[in-house]
């Protein structure tokens, strides 16, 4: 925390006495902690996953449905305690598991709140990442974490120059999902076909650029075998934020559009998850907090 390099942007600032590119100090901050049904249904199952939605991130995406905490700063401080009994206040509301939504930015912090439970955590934990990170810091996880979940959002530089502010983004997220397989190893299951460990690969196909997409999963595919990962490819883009800046971003992805990923990933051989297309609204944005209210 004194001088932090946690994410690929590797400001190198004390975060003890002020924020990082994250805007974040070295104290946990969060917006939401609560059972959320949306996740792919291997996560969610019939009670949800236990979501933690971490305040700050380490990009700046023009279009991001949680501006309010990912760039508003919206949300509470949590000590490390206070952290670890979220966890296992989600693990009694019945949670299939606990969901650390954008949390590269404080890793360390989650870590020793996972120490502190040890045994008293029996669900798998899922890092909810948008896939910018660095293989360094994903290795300080250890065996603490069981599934990942990254977003790979771009391929052209270009692209994550101007809606993220992330020419690097695509080499370096490539190289970070191939640490997480590593990692969590094959997907797994248990019984009920609710996921034990392993990595899914969310893509979320935006207006005017399935060509992007498309070259992403066929990059994605000479990068990994087909039963090393699975696929979930979204639909659910809506205009918000600052995405009417742009021009290109002012309407909703087009089921044309959002086939012809589709199409591809199937015709690829990938394995995974294609979303309804009455997704894309602003009605499946959670609710977030300034006070903590559970």
Known sequence: MKHCTLCPRKCGVDRTLGKGFCAQSDRVRIARADLH?????????????????????????????????SAGNKGFELSI????????????KGAQNIDLVSPTHFV??????????????????????????????LRMLGDRVKIFLPDLKYFDSSISQEYSAAADYFPTAIKAIR?????????????????????????????????????????????FD??????????????VYKAFEHKKLSRRTSTFE?????????????????????????????????????
């Not at 249904?41 to 933690?52: D, R």
């Not at 199409?263 to 977030?288: T, W």
């Open 37 to 69: 049904m949306w996740e792919e249904p291997c996560l969610g199952g019939e009670n949800g996953s236990g979501t933690v939605f971490f305040s700050g991130c380490s990009l700046k995406c023009c279009y991001c449905q949680n501006y309010e905490i």
């Open 81 to 92: 305690r206070e952290l670890a009994d979220t966890f296992l206040y989600l693990q009694k």
């Open 258 to 294: 959002y086939k012809s990923v589709v199409d591809e990933v199937a015709a690829l051989g990938f394995d995974g998850f294609f979303q309804k297309r009455d997704s894309a609204s602003e009605d499946f944005i959670p609710e977030f907090f300034d006070t903590k209210y559970y």
């Open 108 to 137: 360390p912090q989650i870590c020793d709140a996972l120490d502190l439970l040890g045994s008293e955590l029996s669900i798998p934990v899922v890092y909810n990442s948008s896939g910018y990170e660095c293989v360094q810091t």
């Open 179 to 223: 640490e997480m397989v590593n990692i969590a190893g094959k997907p797994t299951f248990d019984q009920r076909g609710i996921m034990q460990s392993g990595v899914i690969v969310r893509h979320l196909v935006l207006p005017n650029h399935r060509h992007d997409s498309i070259r992403l999963v066929r990059e994605l595919a000479g990068e």
């Open 226 to 239: 087909k039963d090393e990962l699975l696929v979930s490819i979204m639909s659910q883009f809506t205009p």
